[in-house]
Structures are given as C-alpha cells and as structure tokens.
C-alpha cells in the first residue's frame, strides 16, 4: 500500500475509533500496558462500562458484552480483528502511535530520557559557574540530595525556564558576597543585580535558594536563641546584606566604637562622652571595626526599664539591654565585646527568662557570669502570678547548676521574680 493510500486508511481509521469513546479508554490501557511491558502485548479489563460501552466494544471485536460485569481484552484478540476489518494494513501498535500523537515508549526508557533532559538543564544552568560556590553548591546538591533539592526538583518539574533564571541571579548574588567593609540593604542589592528590589523577597524561591547556599557556606549550624527569622538575618548579615537593619536593635551605655578604617565612630563617641545610652540598630553595628568599653566587666539586662534606672545610678558602668530575648543585634555586639571583656547577666526569674540566661550561657560560656540567680532573691521578692502548667513545663529545659537553685524554688512556688523588685539590690561586682 502506498504511503498516501496508508495515511488516508489511517485516518478513517482513527475517525472510526474516536467515534466510538469507549475505545480511549481501551487504548489508554493499552499504552500502560506497552510501557510496562516493552512490546505489545497482555490483557486489558474495563469495568463500570454502560451499554452503549458495550455495543461499541462489540461490534467492533465481535463478541456480545451485555450481561458482562467486566470486559477483557487482550492485545491478541484485537490485532486479529484489526487484520480482519478494512483496517487490516494497520497494526495495532501504528494504531496507538497515531491516536496519541506519538510514539508509544516504555517507562524505563521515558524516565531515561526524562533524567537525561534534567542532566542537560543543569548543565547548562551551571555552565560557567562549574569553580563558583554556587556552581559546587548545586553540583553536591544534585548529587547528594541535600538542603534545597526538594526546591530545584519542583521547581524544575513546574517551571524549568523561571529556574533557569532564578539560578543565574543566584549564582551572580553569591559571587558578589561576603561584603565585608561596606553592608548594603537586601532590596538595594537585589535591584543593583536583578533590576527587582523585591526579587529576594521573604519566600520567594531565590530568597530561599540563596539563603541556603550561604549557609553551606559557612556551614552554620543553628543558633538555639535565635528565631528563624533572626537565624536568616544573621547569615545574610554574616555575607554583608542587611535584612532588618533598623527593626532589629540593641540598647547599650558606656560603649566606645571604631570603624574598619580605624577612625573612630564620632556619633556613638558622643553619646559615650554624654553619658547616655543608645539604640544601635544592626546597620550601624555593620560599620564596626572594633567595639569595647571602658572597665572589663559589661552588665547586661533583660528589661529597659531596670538597665535604664542601673544606668543613672551607676554612670561609670557600662551596660547592655536585650529587651527581652536577645536579638542580633544584641548578639553582635556580645561577639565584638567577648575576647577582652566579662558579661554580668541578670534577668527575670521566670521559666523564660532562665531559659534565656541559660542560652547565653551555652553561646558565651566562661565570658558571662549569670549574675545574682539565688534562691533567696527569688523568695525575697516572690510576685503574685502564678505560673501557668505551660510555662512550668518550659523549666524542664533548664540544666545548668548556676540555675538549678532558682528552678527547684520555682517548681515548688510556681510563682514569678520579676527583675524591677530587685533594683535596690542590683549593684555592680567589686573588683
């Protein structure tokens, strides 16, 4: 039969079976049954048919389905009467070709290509960036499937060109980074690379892929006192790019600053001359080059109001508030102050405010003391709330000897010590 003659028979052929909806569900079987099994071949069954279904299925196989429950149809039996009807010069495998558009394939060789497609996106994604951080970073992740592959799969599944783009940008942020002297804003550096302030938005899909990445690159493991908001402020902090940095703030009195030319930093100098505290935001820590006060000892504070009134009435002192859970910023700033000077801490005998104490203890081990947590203090200036089965059940977490006496009075009393009872009593550390 002539080619011309072949494709004419086919699409008789086609119009005939389409005709007929019945048999797409007959050869959507069928290709599950090729892909599987690589050639033509085995059973089919077809439940839930209607009649119609069936008057269909018979007039073309020759066989009387009505009272059938089920019907099964093998591969064999339709080739034979495919060769017996006017469609006898087409196979039932031409057949299938034709009524889905193209070629029937097994799954093994369909996942081999599907993987080979994948292979030769990346490739090209990371094409130039092979000796980069970002290029080493996806290379490993592909291979090992670590932090961030869920992300590229997805991504690559829904959406392979806005990933190819997402990667470029990507690539080109983490080769700019760290920027050591000079922090900039995220939405600066975003719109200086990518046109887009908001292209590394909070969430969005390059945020996170770019967030992963610099944290392999300093292999960071997690802070416990800080939330994962803080967490990520930390890291692009740590590459010099500013999340928060005006939000995210510490309070401090008595603190002197240089910059990283050397020079010193004249605007926190005049408050240190003043004898005034002052809010230092994360963008103006950024500037530092080194940090230190006038006397060893630093004490820190859990609330404003007992670091201001410690303050004024000890004005030689210097002093640090972290308002609460250490931010940052606050954090920060200990890390600059830490290798030439002592923390006195002393904050809320609460279940929250022990665990905090207890956290800045496992970050600044022997460079902070936990100031004055006694027993007696906590019974002497005993408050009326009452301490909640939540909040006790936080005191299971507290394990460090120097709280121990504290959280056993507490578990007897259930009841809080708040740190402004004790302003009389707060006074600094002789030599």
Known sequence: MKAEEKQKLMQECLQYFRERPVYEKVFQKMRGKYESLGHIGGKVVLTGLSLQDKSQLGGFLQKDYTENQSVTISAEAFEICLSKSRFSDISLEELLDAYFGKKLTVKKEERRKKQEERDAFFAEVQSGYEDTTGGRWIQNTLKEHTTGYEILRQQYNSAPEILREILKYVFEAVKQLPRMEEKELLPVFAAKLTGDPHYFDASTVAERLLFIILSACWQETKDRELSEAERK???????????????NDTLVYGIRAWKHNGNLHKGIEGFFQEREPVRLTLRTIGTFGGVHAEREKIYLFENPAVFSVFVKKYPD????????????????????????????????????GL???????????????????????????????????????????????????????????????????????LEPEKK
């Open 317 to 352: 002192c210097a002093a640090i508030c972290g308002n609460g859970q250490p931010r940052l910023a606050t954090l920060l700033l200990l890390d600059f102050l830490k290798e030439n000077h002592s923390f006195y801490y002393h904050g809320d005998f609460d279940p929250e």
């Open 355 to 425: 665990l905090i104490a207890q956290r800045l203890k496992e970050r600044y081990g022997e460079s902070i003391c936990l100031w004055n947590y006694r027993a007696d203090w906590y019974e002497r200036y005993l408050s009326d709330v009452n301490l909640s089965e939540v909040r006790m059940k936080k005191l299971e977490k507290v394990y460090l000897p120097e709280l121990l006496e504290v959280k056993m009075q507490m578990q007897k009393r259930k009841r809080a010590a708040y740190q402004e009872a004790m302003l009389d009593m």
């Open 233 to 247: 402020n930390q890291i692009f902090y740590r590459a010099g790019i500013l999340k928060d940095d005006l939000s």
